[in-house]
């Protein structure tokens, strides 16, 4: 009785929050199929989904590669400081996008510190590598976040056992190191994936904004919703397919992990 | 390929887990490094492995000073307590690693695990992961992951701590036949008195960091160097100055000059061995190792009055 009431809450809950916003989100597309499809395939709604996917393809191999090096020095590592590395790595998550998109135009604008970029026709505000720095900021932290923990567990006992019987410390890096994080590794891809495509608030600042050019999805969305004057059909169209597609990512990651691989 | 072991020493911090400790570890022996927790035998065992560093002194083995080598260079096996699979892989590409590091052609390797999986009877068991396998085979699984590589030495971190009397008590035996059968230089460090009498031919006793004693199982146990390792390796009581093994007291009906009052406490039956645990007028326990026999022939009873003397004592300066 009281299991089953406490799963009723739990289910009410997640309708509440999680499924009623989506389905009615579906629901709203359904109800104007023609328009949403005229939405979607316009030649600038390509153009952002093109920017979100290259942009967030970008963030993810760069902080995959960082955020493996980064768990690696706060669990392993013998450096001072490491601790305060393990503190910083968290920041994106307290800090508001809004905020991160404010400091990277102060940094990167022509009276900034790095304003010779700007300056000498090296645009990075209101172009991709602004919009890149943007979500790799906003996304830094979920891979060194799961392989943390991961990296823990394993212990250094394996890594060892390789260099006793011979392997080099790349050797082992690539044959134990990684194929024991690899799960962690991949949930770490998932979640970077699914914030960097979802990421508006700092790339609302940096970006500009332009549509065809520096507009990535979720800013498609806010432009669709913003000027609809009545016409919601293409703002719910491609929020449709954003969510569409970060849905496909988890379910992806359920299907590709093996029973058990992750308690 | 011999070991020796010159003047090593190693601090962690303020704690001196190694003072100035010199072993030698002869050409096809089998060495058990004894000592209770903390006596620093692992710590001395990961430097001979290259996977600790020493502050001072030198390792060398079959003559060669490899103090500044890293374990990879160094031509040692070594097993861990718990075991240290690679989760990751079969039963097989655990035991063929070292080989498929070295490039070894795949038809070399397949016949060298397969002969490996023979010797430590995992046939069958190769395309299994060590989370399909027990204990015992997880770590004859290590053994013949450390063979691989056909070793100069292999070195052993208290193999079987973690496994159960039975297996463990199965796998030293079976340890033991295997270096009869490779004459592979082995060290093994334990803090089981009798797993390393039973699997050793040299038994170096070490605590807080130093080394008390190096010699056969039977010298440790019957000309211990100090209190130290007589109370440690088999029991020992010691009697105002002097200590006297449990199976060396003499159990009397009636007094006799030099005997000792006591009481019976409990009678412990093992078999044919029989231990009596018994306390004397001061409080004192001491315990007797004594047959079946001469307890029923003494008719034994617990809360009986007798007497004990040393039939022989050892005393040390």
Known sequence: ?263 | MSISIRHITKRFDDFVALDDVSVDVGKGSLTALLGPSGSGKSTLLRIVAGLEAADHGAVFIDGQDVTARPPQKRGVGFVFQHYAAFKHMTVHDNIAFGLAIRKRPKAEIAERVNQLLRLVQLEGLAKRYPSQLSGGQRQRMGLARALAIDPAVLLLDEPFGALDARVRAELRDWLRRLHDETHTTTVIVTHDQEEAMEVADQVAVMSEGQIEQVGSPREVYEQPANAFVMTFVGQAHRLGDTFVRPHDLEVTLEPNGSTREVMIDRIVHFGFDVRLDLVGGDGERLSVQTTRDQAELLELVSGQIVYVRPMRATTFS
Request: overall charge positive; hydrophobic content about 55%.
């Open chain 1, 1 to 263: 009785m009281g299991r089953l009431s406490l799963r009723f809450v739990a289910l009410g809950y997640l309708t509440l929050i999680l499924i009623g916003p989506l389905a009615m989100m579906v629901w709203r597309t359904a109800e104007d199929l023609d328009g949403a499809w005229t939405a979607i395939t316009h030649p600038d709604t390509v153009a952002a989904f093109a920017l979100t996917l290259k942009v967030a393809a970008i963030a993810v191999s760069v902080n995959t590669v960082f955020g493996i090096v980064c768990a690696l020095v706060i669990v392993r590592g013998n450096i001072p400081g490491r601790g305060l590395l393990n503190a910083f790595i968290d920041l994106p998550l307290a800090l508001s996008p809004v905020i991160v998109g404010f400091s990277l135009i102060a940094l990167y604008g022509v009276n900034g510190w790095f304003g010779w970029f700007q300056r000498n026709g090296f645009e990075i505000l209101f172009a991709t590598p602004g919009i890149v720095l943007a979500t790799i900021f906003v996304t830094l932290p979920f891979v060194a976040r799961e392989v943390v923990p991961t990296l823990r567990e394993i212990g250094t006992e394996q890594e060892q056992a390789a260099q006793t019987l011979g392997a080099s410390g790349w050797q082992t890096f690539w044959r134990i190191t990684l194929p024991s994080i690899r799960w962690a590794v991949v949930y770490g891809v998932v979640l970077t994936t699914a914030r960097a495509i979802g990421e508006f608030g700092a790339v609302a600042l940096v970006s500009g904004n332009i549509a065809g050019q520096t507009q990535t999805a979720t800013l498609r969305v806010e432009d669709a919703y913003q000027f609809a004057y009545g016409n919601y059909a293409p703002a719910y169209g491609i929020s449709f397919v954003l969510a569409a597609t970060a849905i496909l990512i988890l379910v992806l990651m359920i299907v590709l992990q093996p029973k058990g691989a992750r308690r």
